[in-house]
């Protein structure tokens, strides 16, 4: 054995002799992994307003990502401007539409009184319309809420819980004279020409990629002109406009 071996072996008994044992390690508090959030949920900043999205299976994937886009970004300084976090039945991932999963930060029982409450959907309604604990739930925080925004066939969760009766609201192109016959306390507005309309506290859009609209609205609404011009200026909105463009 050379002396390079020697030195090698010399060293690595040298490492275990100073590495604490497993029972040593399990025993020490200091080698604890201590999450951010001590509870296991996702911190909110008080100074901050705090949007909430609401997901739940077979969510439309756009109506949740487009207003976590626009009011997750920072203003051109880099300051963070909102807590914007995803909130569902319980603490298990959730699948969107397309098979991407989101893992809820909060669930309806532990979920933070919100600022802004976003309302997506699904392409079938029906059982969600019977959801007692999120009818609950979207009403008790309607209560205290700045603005209450829906996407798409969101509108018929607003129109099962009742908090935006004798309120302007649209839904998904096709989708308005559904809501109209379910829920005739609604003003519904005509979904072939209307992709956004605000009524008081109520937002709503046709959703899918018209979700941007409802979002960079309200983030309007909440900021000012300049941070939507800076954000839109991020989203690329006018390569999107003008896609069609060859050279």
Known sequence: MNRHMLWALFSAVWILSVLPSPAEIANDETCAVVPAASNGQTEVDPALPTVGILVFPE????????PMDVFSKTN?????????FTIAEKPDPVATETGLRIVPDFTLSNCPQLTVLVVPSTYDMAELVRHEDL????QRQNRNT????????GAYLMGASGIADGKKIVTYIGGGQGLKEAYPNLLVQDDQTVSFVRDGKFLSSN??????ISALELLEEMTSPEQRAFVESQLYLERLQNHRRRP
Do not use: R
């Open 59 to 66: 969510v439309l994937m756009t109506e949740v990502t487009a």
């Open 76 to 84: 051109p300084d880099g300051k963070k401007l909102f807590n914007v």
């Open 135 to 138: 009818i609950a739930f979207i």
């Open 146 to 153: 700045g603005f209450t925004m829906s996407n798409c066939a």
């Open 207 to 212: 959703g899918n990629l018209a979700s941007y």
